[in-house]
């Protein structure tokens, strides 16, 4: 089971930093994806880390903003973002699978959302 936390309401220009926490497996075996879907918009992937060597991706829109990380002892991955904008606004999930499936968006095994709104 995985489930996010984290998400909240922040100015443009803040940061937040959200987590997925599993429970029942050891993430640290496992690629861990992040997604967001804002209202009216389709689901994005937005970073993800891989399971074998700690490699990280992003999606374009949040380069250089954010920061996908995991904690084994904590079984827990997050994503530190910062310099967020309005465009960041949106539900936030993790997922996990094969890295095949979180690059395709057709992951498995999913947490629920966490809202985060950047708004002034």
């Known amino acids: 089971q995985l489930q996010a936390s984290g998400g909240g309401l922040v100015q443009p220009g803040g940061s937040l930093r959200l987590s997925c926490a599993a429970s029942?497996?050891?993430?640290?075996?496992?690629?861990i994806g992040w997604f967001r879907q804002a209202p009216g918009k389709e689901r994005e992937g937005v970073s993800c880390?891989?399971?074998?060597?700690?490699?990280?991706r992003y999606a374009d829109s949040v380069k250089g903003r954010f920061t996908i990380s995991r904690d084994n002892v904590k079984n827990t991955v997050f994503l530190q973002m910062n310099s967020l904008k309005p465009e960041d606004t949106a539900v936030y999930y993790c997922?996990?699978?094969?890295?095949?499936?979180?690059?395709?968006?057709?992951?498995?095994?999913w947490g629920q959302g966490t809202l985060v709104t950047v708004s002034s």
């Open positions: 880390i891989s399971s074998s060597d700690g490699s990280t």
């Open positions: 997922a996990t699978d094969s890295l095949t499936a979180i690059l395709a968006g057709t992951a498995r095994y």
């Open positions: 029942g497996f050891t993430l640290d075996y496992y690629v």
